[in-house]
T-cell receptor, first 120, second 114 residues
Framework: GAVVSQHPSWVICKSGTSVKIECRSL??????MFWYRQFPKQSLMLMAT?????????EQGVEKDKFLINHASLTLSTLTVTSAHPEDSSFYIC????????????????FGPGTRLTVT | GQSLEQPSEVTAVEGAIVQINCTYQTSGFYGLSWYQQHDGGAPTFLSY????GLEETGRFSSFLSRSDSYGYLLLQELQMKDSASYFCAVSAQTFKAAGNKLTFGGGTRVLVKP
């Protein structure tokens, strides 16, 4: 089945530093990857849509200069949290959709295991 | 915009049946998905409805009524391992470059007791 990995699985960093999170589709190609943020006991909030070879599309209220997304290949997207602050501490999850899904677009997104970021 | 409502928590005993309702208001609708998430884990896909009616997959079934903007997930023969959060999510196709984005409901925490 389709597998999405994330690295690292958890990270602790100091306030003001930057952290890069990788999302990889291991056995399929993904033109589109999505980045979500989830606070404890809350829902997944879509941050941005990452498109291979083009700029990411950010959701309203998400700072594009703070959350840098790069989708350099069909199997890799990265999210960099720049100048992280304690309020950025959260569970970051990526998902990916396979190229050329079914008619009308594949409905299934495959989720990575998530990255827990703690900013001290 | 999109908004989805589902109950925050449901408690049931092993072997019971639980129905999790989801009502949605969307500016565009392509389908309703259900995901399961155990604490600390990633969401895993359970089911998807694009058309009205019931979809059955083992112990789990999902129903959609597009005219009522309503769907539900039915969990049968509950097991302890079913204790998790369950999210409904709407696919609202916007434009091709963005693909089919998912908007998630707040999640329903299901607690299965012995």
């Amino acid at each position: 089945g389709a597998v999405v990995s994330q690295h690292p699985s958890w990270v602790i960093c100091k306030s003001g530093t930057s952290v890069k999170i990788e999302c990889r589709s291991l056995d399929f190609q993904a033109t589109t990857m999505f980045w979500y943020r989830q606070f404890p006991k809350q829902s997944l909030m879509l941050m941005a849509t990452s498109n291979e070879g083009s700029k990411a599309t950010y959701e309203q209220g998400v700072e594009k200069d703070k959350f840098l997304i790069n989708h350099a290949s069909l199997t890799l997207s990265t999210l960099t949290v720049t100048s992280a602050h304690p309020e950025d501490s959260s569970f970051y999850i990526c998902s990916a959709r396979e190229v050329g899904g079914g008619q009308g677009g594949s409905y299934e997104q495959y989720f990575g295991p998530g990255t827990r970021l703690t900013v001290t | 915009g999109q908004s989805l409502e589902q109950p925050s928590e449901v408690t049931a005993v092993e072997g019971a049946i639980v129905q999790i309702n989801c009502t949605y208001q969307t500016s565009g609708f392509y389908g309703l998905s259900w995901y399961q998430q155990h604490d600390g884990g990633a969401p895993t896909f359970l089911s998807y409805n694009a058309l009205d009616g019931l979809e059955e997959t083992g112990r789990f079934s999902s129903f959609l009524s597009r005219s009522d903007s309503y769907g539900y997930l039915l969990l049968q023969e509950l097991q302890m391992k079913d204790s998790a959060s369950y999210f409904c999510a709407v696919s609202a196709q916007t434009f091709k470059a963005a693909g089919n984005k998912l908007t998630f409901g707040g999640g329903t925490r299901v607690l299965v007791k012995p």
